[in-house]
């Protein structure tokens, strides 16, 4: 049975998240309410002819330019048109339904003025899985990614429905609607505001918490391997150091390694391990506490209006608002930090992973093969996690300080949150990756260790989890062939379950 999510009071990220997978999406009576009330007060605007940008002027740098009643809807229309020219492949399905269902959320708070029937239009499409075809670059902030989707209201544009392109005239079809005719100001605000960084960030969060998940089971394994002293994770003297993820991490790491026989066997071999395994708690901690931060910032975003201009009042006494609320930066700090988290998370993997194919450190035949020499093994992918880390480094600088000046010095800062999000997801698809190469290499290990040694109970199921469906490594096929199955087995096996 498919999931309803009820929009009432603000959506959670984890609800956008929910949507954006599936889940239908409703309206409540106290928000169909609000959407309402606020379309009655721009309704009050235009007939007092009470100036409000994009309502009846022009925008950006035509923001002074003056709307005549028998043109704002008309100027609605334009500025889907000329808005949508995003370039490059679409968006997913996934990243797309996750932008439409921030939209609403932010169309709820009932402060943009928009008409119900635009919201219902949205969900329609939503619920119906008919999804706008979205370009994926050309934003500097919002405005393109939304303009497409706004196209497919209006009968213009394309949407997949079955996996079928189709016209936006289709698409109302599809979902039982016309096309609709934009009133005034419902074109700025289809593609104003923060919901396309904020759903882009939704779905990267959703990735994260699974991914933080397989990195502590994967650096369990490694550290099993590798022979490490399980004192350094001890409870008492990790909690000298005050933080909720560092304290999570600590006590996967003693769950899934108590009790191992091969660590049992290492024990007192040497003073302390090296920083990619005794760090562990630190650096995935740290990212933990990150993630928390990032859900925080986007619950507020969540529950923030971010169309620009935004109205208030009664029809009576309208009040019409040109502030900021649609500039990022938040959201764009938040997403910089959070793909810096993610780098940082690949990289200890990597270092990780050299230490398992290096006989010089790792006390396993080189490479992870039992003929080294006739076969390369993990030689070449080491290579891969190194390039994909060097990738990450590249993408980690920060989006939210690339400036620029857009609409004629009208828009003369940018923050680039749609670009930071985007980055974060980029980084994220390296890290799952990455991790997949280091439990591939771990499960390897585990193959070559001394028949006499066994593993902890929760690596071992992981380990066994894995040979059910990916066979040791003999250099006996393409090993980019173990990289997709690896990563077909990290979405579905439940890891979370596993760790709880």
Not at 87 to 97: F, Q, S, W
Not at 325 to 338: E, K, Q
Not at 457 to 468: H, L, S
Request: negative net charge; charged residues 20%; aromatic residues 4%.
């Amino acid at each position: 049975m498919t999931k309803t999510v009820t929009l009432s009071k603000p959506l959670t990220w984890q609800e956008v998240s929910h949507v954006a997978q599936g889940a239908r999406l409703e309206l409540s009576p106290e928000a169909t309410e609000r959407i309402s009330h606020g379309r009655k007060i721009v309704d009050a605007l235009i007939e007092q002819e009470i100036k409000g940008y994009g309502i009846n002027t022009g925008v950006g740098a035509l923001c002074d330019v003056v709307i005549d009643k028998t043109k704002q809807s008309a100027l609605s229309h334009n500025i889907l048109m000329s808005h949508a020219c995003g370039v490059g492949e679409p968006l997913g399905v996934e990243e797309t339904r996750a932008i439409m269902t921030a939209q609403i959320n932010n169309f709820a708070h009932g402060a943009s003025g928009v008409r119900l029937e635009i919201v219902k239009a949205l969900i329609a499409l939503l619920n119906h899985d008919c999804i706008p075809v979205v370009p994926g670059r050309g934003s500097v902030g919002y405005l393109t990614h939304a303009a497409h989707i706004g196209l497919v209201l209006i009968g213009h544009g394309f949407a997949v429905k079955d996996g079928v392109r189709i016209s936006g005239t289709k698409a109302c079809e599809q979902v039982g609607i016309s096309p609709l005719q934009l009133q005034a100001k419902e074109g700025l605000s289809l593609v104003n505001g923060t919901p396309c960084a904020t759903g882009l960030s939704c779905v990267a969060l959703t990735r994260m918490a699974a991914l933080q998940d397989w990195a502590d089971m994967a650096a369990a394994m490694s550290a099993e391997n590798l022979g490490c002293q399980i004192s350094a994770f001890s409870g008492p003297p990790l909690h000298l150091r005050k933080s909720d993820g560092l304290q999570k991490v600590g006590r996967t790491l003693r769950s899934c390694l108590k009790s191992s026989p091969m660590l049992s066997a290492a024990k007192g071999k040497r003073t302390q391990d090296p920083l990619s395994i005794r760090a562990v708690p630190h650096v995935h901690g740290a990212a933990r506490d990150m993630f928390v931060q990032v859900a925080e910032t986007l619950n507020r975003e969540l529950e923030s209006v971010t169309d620009n201009p935004t109205v208030s009042g009664t029809p009576e006494t309208p009040e019409v608002h040109s502030q900021a609320h649609a500039v990022g930066a938040s959201l764009a700090l938040a997403t910089d930090s959070f793909g810096i988290a993610a780098a940082e998370m690949a990289s200890i993997s990597e270092r990780r992973i050299d230490r398992l194919v290096n006989p010089m450190v790792s006390g396993l035949s080189a490479f992870l093969v039992p003929e080294s020499g006739v076969c390369s093994g993990y030689m070449i992918a080491q290579y891969t996690a190194v390039s994909l880390v060097s990738e990450n480094r590249r993408l980690a600088a920060p989006a939210s300080l690339d400036g620029g000046v857009t609409s004629a010095l009208q828009e003369d800062m940018l923050t680039h949150a749609t670009p930071s999000a985007f980055k974060a997801l980029s980084i994220l698809e390296n890290l799952e990756t990455v991790i997949g190469i280091e439990l591939l290499a771990a499960a390897q290990a585990y193959d070559l260790r001394p028949e006499a040694l066994d593993i902890a109970e929760r690596t071992g199921d992981i380990y066994r989890a894995i040979r059910k469906s990916i066979p040791p490594y003999l250099d006996d096929r393409p090993m980019q062939e173990d990289f997709d199955a690896i990563r077909a087995f990290m979405k579905t096996y439940p890891i979370n379950q596993e760790l709880d």
